[in-house]
T-cell receptor
Framework: QQQVKQSPQSLIVQKGGIPIINCAYE??????FPWYQQFPGKGPALLIA?????SEKKEGRFTISFNKSAKQFSLHIMDSQPGDSATYFC???????????FGAGTRLAVHP | DVKVTQSSRYLVKRTGEKVFLECVQD?????MFWYRQDPGLGLRLIYF???????EKGDIPEGYSVSREKKERFSLILESASTNQTSMYLC???????????FGPGTRLLVL
């Protein structure tokens, strides 16, 4: 049973395009929503994160949009570059000790 | 820079073997985590530890055990490896006051 549903599974865009990755959750007790980026052969690394009391957070070309009432959040990558080609995971924190529940991942390819 | 290292990048074992995966972090983090990563399933939490000798089950603990005798080291043990444990195993750590999890590069385990 997946508590954080992520879509699409894969995404191909041209350089300069704006890929959007969506996540949905059910548990209203989640209190922190990070996005992790993973390059081949590497472990995931934190990209950007948001709390449910904020509707949008922007860091450089990466933006999280958060819709608390719909229990959905999404990652937008502005002016995407080939170097953004990676797998992206959304996650949600459940309870103490910083435990995370991850989505299934989206493999993004940005073509030059 | 936080560094999380895992003892092996690739491992091939036989069904029924006892397998040890080691993880070491150099930042004195209290929390450590073991995940397995499978295509289409994302990262799933196997076990985590919030202090030396303290551990809790994650979402998929069956077939695994863990050991944390020193703060910097967290071991994942497959008591009797099975083919369905073929996967990528990722270790992560985080300090209690910070939300970021820092991941190691992963160990790709093949059980024949």
């Amino acid at each position: 049973q997946q508590q954080v549903k992520q879509s699409p599974q894969s995404l191909i865009v041209q350089k300069g395009g704006i890929p959007i990755i969506n996540c949905a959750y059910e548990n209203t007790a989640f209190d922190y929503f990070p996005w992790y980026q993973q390059f081949p052969g590497k472990g995931p690394a934190l990209l950007i994160a948001i709390r449910p009391d904020v509707s949008e957070k922007k860091e450089g070309r990466f933006t999280i949009s958060f819709n608390k009432s719909a229990k959905q959040f999404s990652l937008h990558i502005m002016d995407s570059q080939p170097g953004d080609s990676a797998t992206y995971f959304c996650a949600a924190r459940k309870g103490g000790y910083n435990k995370l529940i991850f989505g299934a991942g989206t493999r993004l390819a940005v073509h030059p | 820079d936080v560094k999380v290292t895992q003892s092996s990048r690739y491992l091939v074992k036989r069904t029924g073997e006892k397998v040890f995966l080691e993880c070491v972090q150099d930042m004195d983090h209290e929390n450590m985590f073991w995940y397995r990563q499978d295509p289409g399933l994302g990262l799933r939490l196997i076990y985590f530890s919030y202090d030396v000798k303290m551990k809790e089950k994650g979402d998929i603990p069956e077939g695994y055990s863990v050991s944390r005798e020193k703060k910097e080291r967290f071991s994942l043990i497959l008591e009797s490896a099975s083919t369905n444990q073929t996967s990528m195993y990722l270790c992560a750590s985080s300090p209690p006051a910070q939300e970021t999890q820092y991941f190691g590069p992963g160990t790709r385990l093949l059980v024949l």
